[in-house]
C-alpha cells in the first residue's frame, strides 16, 4: 500500500485538490530551507570522490615540472640582465671621448697649456735661429767589395772581410747595400791601391766613382762655421789617405748641443783619430763621409 496515496471524500461536491496542493507546497519548503530528509532522492544519493581509490597512488612529479617556474624566473632576469647591460655599454660607447675626458684632464689644462706654450716658444726660437745650408759635394774614387739588395748580406760580407784583415762599410743607396773597403781621390790610385792591398783572387771592384749627395741642410748658425771648417778637413784627408791630419781640431767649435744626426758623426770622428793603418783610415772616412750625407 502506498502510503502517499491521497484520499479523498466527496460530500455531493467534486474532490478537492487542496491538501494534495498543501502537501506539495509544505515539500517544496523543506527542500528549499535543505532538509535533506525530506528529500527522497537523496535517500540512496552518495559522493564519491574520483581516484579514491586506496590502492591508488598518485604519479610523482617531474624535476621540470616542479622546477619550471623557477628556470623560467632566472632566464627572465639574464634576459633583461644582458639587454640592460648591452644598452648601458652602447650609451658609454657612444659618448664622445674628448667630453669624457674633459672632466679628469680639467684640472691640469693650465699646467699643459703652460707647458704647451713653452714647447712653441722653444720651436719659434730654434726656427728663428736655424739657416738653410747647402751641403758640400764630396768627389771621390772606391773600391766596391760587393753590393746587396739587403743589409743582412752586406753586414755578412763585412764580417768575412774582417776575418781576413780588411775593414769594410756599408753605404746604403737607392734600395741598395754597397760594401766599401777603400778610397781614393784619384782613379789610378784607387786602382794602385787595391792591387797592392788587396788579395787578387778576390771579386774587387777599385776606381768605382762615388760622390756623396749635396743636401740642403737646416742646422743653427752657430754651427755653420763648424761644418764649413769641417768640409775643409775632410777635403784635405781625402787627398792624403797616407798620413792622418790633426783630428783633434775637427772637434773644435762642435755644437754644444747637436743633433742625433749631428752626433752620429762626431762619433765616426771620435774613431778616426785613432787609427793610424791607411786602409782602416779609408774606410773610417768612409763612414764619416756617409754620416755627412744623411745630416
Known amino acids: 500500500m502506498n502510503n502517499k496515496k491521497q ?6 461536491q467534486p474532490p478537492s485538490e487542496k491538501p494534495k496542493a498543501n502537501a506539495t507546497s509544505l515539500e517544496e519548503y523543506i527542500r528549499e530551507n535543505h532538509h535533506p530528509v525530506m528529500d527522497e532522492d537523496q535517500t540512496f544519493k552518495r559522493n564519491y570522490t574520483p581516484g579514491s581509490d586506496p590502492f591508488y597512488s598518485p ?14 624566473s632566472a632566464l627572465t ?57 747647402q751641403g758640400h759635394n764630396f768627389h771621390f774614387f772606391v773600391t766596391q767589395a ?19 784583415g780588411i775593414k769594410g762599410m756599408v753605404w746604403h743607396r737607392d734600395d741598395s747595400f ?16 787595391a792591387s797592392a792591398n788587396f788579395p787578387t783572387g778576390e771579386e774587387f771592384y777599385a776606381g768605382k766613382e762615388w760622390q756623396t749627395n749635396a743636401n740642403e741642410l737646416h742646422v743653427a748658425k752657430q754651427d755653420i762655421e763648424w761644418l764649413q771648417t769641417l768640409e775643409t778637413n775632410i777635403e784635405e784627408q781625402i787627398s792624403n789617405t797616407n798620413e792622418l791630419s790633426e783630428v783633434e781640431e775637427w772637434l773644435e767649435g762642435k ?10 758623426i762626431i762619433a765616426e770622428i771620435d774613431i778616426l783619430k785613432d787609427l ?18 744623411n745630416l
Open 255 to 264: 755644437p754644444e748641443k747637436p743633433t742625433e744626426t749631428s752626433q752620429a
Open 7 to 12: 484520499i479523498s471524500i466527496q460530500l455531493n
Open 276 to 293: 793610424n793603418e791607411e786602409q782602416a783610415i779609408q774606410v773610417q772616412l768612409l763612414s764619416i763621409l756617409f754620416q755627412y750625407e
Open 59 to 72: 604519479k610523482r612529479q617531474t624535476f621540470w615540472k616542479r622546477y619550471k617556474s623557477f628556470f623560467l
Open 178 to 193: 754597397h760594401v766599401f773597403v777603400g778610397l781614393n781621390s784619384t782613379l789610378e790610385g784607387s786602382k794602385q791601391f
Open 77 to 133: 632576469a639574464i634576459l633583461i640582465g644582458s639587454f640592460l647591460g648591452f644598452l648601458m655599454l652602447k650609451i658609454f660607447i657612444d659618448i664622445d671621448p674628448e667630453e669624457v675626458t674633459f672632466d679628469s684632464n680639467s684640472t691640469n689644462n693650465q699646467a699643459v697649456t703652460a707647458s704647451s706654450d713653452e714647447a712653441d716658444e722653444e720651436n719659434e726660437t730654434t726656427s728663428s735661429e736655424t739657416e738653410t745650408y
Open 146 to 164: 760587393g753590393v746587396f739588395s739587403t743589409e743582412a748580406g752586406a753586414e755578412e760580407l763585412v764580417q768575412e772581410l774582417s776575418t781576413e
